[in-house]
Structures are given as structure tokens and as C-alpha cells.
């Protein structure tokens, strides 16, 4: 672990400002350790860049704190609650307080863009129409897709589908919000918006948001506190510039994103050279 | 390569059939919330039933004609032609219109739901809605697998009628047998324990093609292929398990 690794970004917070808690988490997925001892704190009201190389679990992280998967060992806490002991009724209560954006948005596809982000509210209010109307309308004039809400998410772009699936995350107005990959393919204005929305959500309504990434420039202009992980555990914990400033040569390596380093490129195989003329012998 | 070695396939048999039996308690649990939200239970009836409309009706047409041809030829060698109505109402009730509307059910509605929900979990939708703290079981599943069981005796009764007229279209009109003759013995003969058959023969099948549509889609890998392989063997299972089940239910009835 780097020097700037060696203590939490979140050391200084009060236990109460703990929104989410990872300890001690080792997960096995296909037979092949993900997590083994991941410890990572996010606090209230403020936004958590998750970073790391493609593979290392980001994602599979907030599967974790959705809990829809369980860690084989250690202790997921949100809310204060250890998600290991919690019943389906009250899992479901928990993600009612939570938002999350997927990467590939993940809209319904059998309803258009207004009936997608009005979808949370039909479920868990009773609202009348017209509220809802207004409630949709906002959040979809807050994303810039107001005029899209008659669209089939069939007839949007990638970059569009993320904006709506975002419209739906924030309808219900969820404390903390879940970012997987939201940058990933977004034009420069999209993406310029996005990292002002989520630090506007952030500053205006004081929404915790954690986003999963590896595009670490976007994430330093807006997080507060980043994680970095690899092989499985928080290789290096702090501000964007203080993982900037880090020693370490794997957090430089990933920050200055080099290929050479110790973090390798390659997923592991035998020797170029000896394989190509393998390959010719036969 | 490996063998398949017999244990493991019964192994695999049982566990997928502990999967299903889960799968039913867990829908059936479900269904009575679902039946509160009439608006997505009338879409899937619709989705199921009106859609499969027009292949249940020329089908029901043609195994009609085909019964009042092959029916018409065999009773006239016991010069009992005027048996034919029985003959083509009995077995439409009472075998083909169950077994023949469940069989292209599986083919149609089935292999829809299946590659509908398989596609649905592909595509993050279904984790979506548990993120959003809504049961996709409860809104995904439940209606569909009811929409399936209203839909099917519906379709049964359908596919019935259209292949009576289909029978009598060549037994009356084109083999000259008596309208009059054909109608009223075909009154005569049939009870209600013959349309009661068939009633519980077309419930029984729509319990076992919905419910292993949803499943296979709900379960489906999250890739093409898995899709493709879920939907395959939607019609493979729903025709072994509507034959075996006509059989059980045959010795019942007999």
C-alpha cells in the first residue's frame, strides 16, 4: 500500500458521517478473488470517486452496497445497517434512499422516456397526476430532455439514455446516489453537464454520491474524496491531489495513466516471442 | 471430452425441477399483488391471447377440415357418417384443442416471454427495478405468468369452436352430411364433463407453458446465447410437459 494509501480518506470523520461502510470485504467471483480485505468508508454529503484499472471490481462493488450480492467474507455497512442481516422487505427500504445510474442506463424499454423516470413514483406514491407530471417534467428539464420525453429509449443515444437514467435516479430524491461509469462515451458538452450535475446535486441537495470510474482527470475536478483499488484492496486513499502527489509508482502509474509500471498492461501469458514461433512451428 | 455421467444428469434434472417448484411458490406469492394492478394483467392477456389469435384460429381451422376428412372417411366404412359431429367435437374438446393450442402457445406467446424477460435481465432492466426497490418478480413475472393461465383456456375454446365449424364446413358442405344430424348429435353426445376436461387440461397446460416461459427468461444468462438457449428450451420443455401432462390427465379423466 502507498504512503498516501496508509491511512482512509475518511479517518477524520465523525462515525455518524459514515454513510457507507466496507470492511474487511473479500469476494470470489468464478473461482478468481476480487476483493480480499477491502476497507473503505463514504461520508455524508460528500462525492467518492471510486477508481481503478478495468477488472478490479468497481462495479461489483456497488453491487455489494445495493446488496445484490453478498461478500463471502467482512461487513457492508449503509445507513448504519449491516446489509448482511437485513431481510428482503428491508433491503428494498434501504435502496428506496438510494439512487443509482447504470452504465449502460438500463431504461425500460416497453415505456417511453416521461413513463421511465415517472416509473419510481408510480410504484411508491400515490401522488396524483398532475404532481407527477411536474415532478417528471423537472427532472427531465434538469437533465436537458424535456423535449424527449415522448421518445422510445430505443430512439436515444447511448449518452442520452444515461441522461434519462439519471432524470429516474433523482426523481425520488435519493440521499445517496451511485454512479457506474457515467462518463463512458458521453460527447464533451454531455459530459461537461454531467460532472456539473452531479456537483450541483451534490452542493444543492447535499446528495452523497459515490461514482465508479477510471476516467480519473473528470473525477478530480469533482470528487472530494477518491479510492483507488487494485488487486482486490484500497491501493491508495485521499484527495484527487493528494493521489496526484502520491510516491507510489502504481498510483502514479495509474493517475499519469502509463503502460509501464507495476500495474501491468497485459493480462498474464507466456512469453510473445516464444508463442509466435510456437505458432509458426505448427 | 467430457462424459455426461448419468448421476449428474439426474442431479441437474432434480435441481432444475426444485428450481421451477421455488420459482411457482414465489410467483403464486406474488400473484396476489399482480392481480391488483388489473392494467398490467390485461396487457399481458392481451400480449399472450389477442396476439396469438390469428395462428390459434387458422390453426384450429385446419386440424377442423383435416378431422372432418380423416373422421368423415373412417365412419363411412361403417356407414356411421352421420357420427362425424360427435366424432370431431369429442376430440376437439377433449385432445386436440388443449393439446394443439398449448403446443403453439409454447411456440408463440412462450418463446415471447421467455426472450422478453431474458432480454430484460440482459439489458440491467430487471436489476434496475430491484434498485428501485420494485420486485421484478411482482411486476415482470407475476403478470405475465397470469396473463399465460387466463389466456390459454380462452385460446382453448377458441381454437374448439373454429375447428367444429372447420369440420363441418367439409362434413356438411363438401361430403353431404346432414346439417341437421350433425348439429344435434354433436348436442346430444357432448356433456359437461367433456368440456370440463378440456377446460382443465387447457388450465393445466397454460400453468406449465407460462410458468416454464417465465422461468427460462427469468433465469436466462444475460447474453445472446443465453437467450437464445432459454427461449430453446421454453419449447422444448413446454411440448414434453403438455404431452406428459395430456397423458396424466387422460387416465384422470377416463
Known amino acids: ?282 | 471430452m467430457t462424459r455426461l455421467r448419468p448421476d449428474t444428469y439426474v442431479l441437474g434434472g432434480l435441481r432444475r425441477l426444485g428450481s421451477v417448484s421455488i420459482f411457482l411458490v414465489q410467483l403464486l406469492i406474488q400473484c396476489v399483488p399482480a392481480l391488483a394492478r388489473p392494467g398490467l394483467l390485461v396487457a399481458q392477456v392481451y400480449n399472450a391471447g389477442a396476439r396469438s389469435l390469428i395462428i390459434i384460429m387458422l390453426s384450429g381451422l385446419f386440424v377442423g377440415m383435416v378431422l372432418g376428412l380423416q373422421g368423415y372417411d373412417l365412419l363411412r366404412r361403417f356407414g356411421s357418417e352421420e357420427a362425424l359431429g360427435i366424432a370431431a367435437a369429442l376430440g376437439l374438446l377433449r385432445e386436440l384443442a388443449p393439446v394443439i393450442t398449448a403446443l403453439l402457445f409454447a411456440g408463440r406467446a412462450g418463446t415471447a416471454l421467455t426472450s422478453e424477460i431474458g432480454l430484460m435481465r440482459a439489458t440491467d432492466q430487471l436489476t434496475a427495478m430491484e434498485i428501485m426497490a420494485v420486485d421484478p418478480l411482482r411486476y415482470v413475472a407475476a403478470p405475465r405468468f397470469l396473463g399465460g393461465l387466463i389466456a390459454m383456456p380462452l385460446l382453448t375454446a377458441i381454437f374448439s369452436v373454429i375447428g367444429l365449424y372447420g369440420a363441418q364446413l367439409v362434413g356438411v358442405q363438401m361430403m353431404g352430411v346432414d346439417r341437421g344430424v350433425f348439429w344435434s348429435q354433436t348436442q346430444g353426445a357432448v356433456d359437461l364433463h367433456d368440456v370440463n376436461e378440456g377446460l382443465v387440461k387447457s388450465l393445466a397446460f397454460g400453468l406449465a407453458c407460462s410458468l416454464i416461459a417465465v422461468h427460462e427468461g427469468y433465469h436466462a444468462e444475460p447474453t445472446a446465447e443465453g437467450v437464445a438457449l432459454a427461449t430453446t428450451r421454453t419449447v422444448v420443455a413446454s411440448s414434453v410437459m403438455t404431452l406428459l401432462l395430456d397423458y396424466v390427465l387422460t387416465a384422470v379423466f377416463l
Open chain 1, 1 to 282: 500500500m502507498s504512503s498516501t494509501g496508509s491511512r482512509h480518506a475518511t479517518s477524520a470523520a465523525p462515525a455518524g458521517d459514515v454513510v457507507v461502510a466496507v470492511r474487511d470485504v473479500h469476494y470470489v467471483a468464478g473461482g478468481r478473488p476480487i476483493f480480499a480485505g477491502l476497507d473503505l468508508e463514504v461520508r455524508r454529503g460528500r462525492i467518492t470517486a471510486i477508481m481503478g484499472p478495468s477488472g478490479t471490481g468497481k462495479t461489483t462493488l456497488l453491487r455489494l452496497v445495493t446488496r445484490q450480492i453478498a461478500p463471502a467474507r467482512g461487513q457492508v455497512t449503509v445507513f448504519g445497517e449491516d446489509l448482511s442481516g437485513l431481510g428482503r422487505s428491508e433491503v428494498y427500504a434501504l435502496r428506496r434512499r438510494m439512487g443509482m445510474l447504470f452504465q449502460n442506463g438500463a431504461l425500460l424499454t416497453d415505456m417511453d422516456v416521461f413513463e421511465n423516470v415517472a416509473f419510481p413514483v408510480r410504484e411508491h406514491t400515490d401522488l396524483p397526476e398532475p404532481l407527477v407530471r411536474l415532478l417528471v417534467l423537472t427532472k427531465l428539464q434538469a437533465v436537458g430532455l424535456r423535449g424527449a420525453a415522448q421518445l422510445m429509449p430505443g430512439e436515444l443515444s447511448g449518452g442520452m439514455a444515461r441522461r434519462v437514467a439519471l432524470a429516474r435516479a433523482i426523481v425520488m430524491d435519493p440521499e445517496i446516489l451511485l454512479y457506474d461509469e457515467p462518463f463512458v462515451g458521453l460527447d464533451p458538452i454531455s459530459l461537461g453537464f454531467i460532472l456539473r450535475l452531479i456537483k450541483h446535486m451534490n452542493q444543492a441537495l447535499g446528495i452523497t454520491s459515490v461514482v465508479v470510474s477510471h476516467d480519473v482527470q473528470e473525477l478530480a475536478t469533482i470528487a472530494d474524496d477518491s479510492y483507488l483499488i487494485s488487486e482486490g484492496r484500497v491501493a491508495a486513499a485521499g484527495t484527487p491531489a493528494e493521489l496526484k502527489a502520491s510516491d507510489s509508482a502504481a498510483v502514479r502509474q495509474f493517475m499519469t495513466g502509463g503502460a509501464d509500471g507495476p500495474v501491468p498492461f497485459h493480462y498474464p501469458a507466456p512469453d510473445y516471442a516464444t508463442q509466435l514461433l510456437e505458432a509458426d512451428e505448427r
